[in-house]
């Protein structure tokens, strides 16, 4: 399994991005896709997972200004990141859980700065 991640870059504070992270091999249909975040000198964080079905799952800081959403056919996971913040900088990176594994993608740099 191989994930791709794309869509990072530098936005002013209250712009806007779009993530992508597009999986490839054996993707069961039975998964949860997601995405962490890591700013310099912090912990990772937890950003949003979403469910084969559907459900969504955010991190306070997030919720109400970050939608992810996949579309199965083509086993594409996605982020919009809206509104966003200085504290919003971070190497963003996607993951799938199935089958009792976790795979992850390379991350994608974004930089929210005037």
């Known amino acids: 399994v191989q994930l791709q991640a794309s869509g990072g870059g530098l936005v002013q504070p209250g712009g806007s991005l779009r993530l992508s992270c597009a999986a490839s091999g054996s993707i069961f249909s039975l998964n949860i896709m997601g995405w962490y975040r890591q700013a310099p000198g912090k912990q990772r964080e937890f950003v949003a997972f979403i469910t084969s079905d559907g459900t969504t799952t955010y991190a306070d800081s997030v919720k109400g200004r970050f939608t992810i959403s996949r579309d199965n056919a083509k086993n594409t996971l996605y982020l919009q990141l809206n509104s966003l913040k200085p504290e919003d900088t971070a190497v963003y990176s996607c993951?799938?859980?199935?089958?009792?594994?976790?795979?992850w993608g390379q991350g994608t740099q974004v930089t929210v700065s005037s």
């Open positions: 993951y799938v859980s199935m089958n009792a594994h976790v795979y």
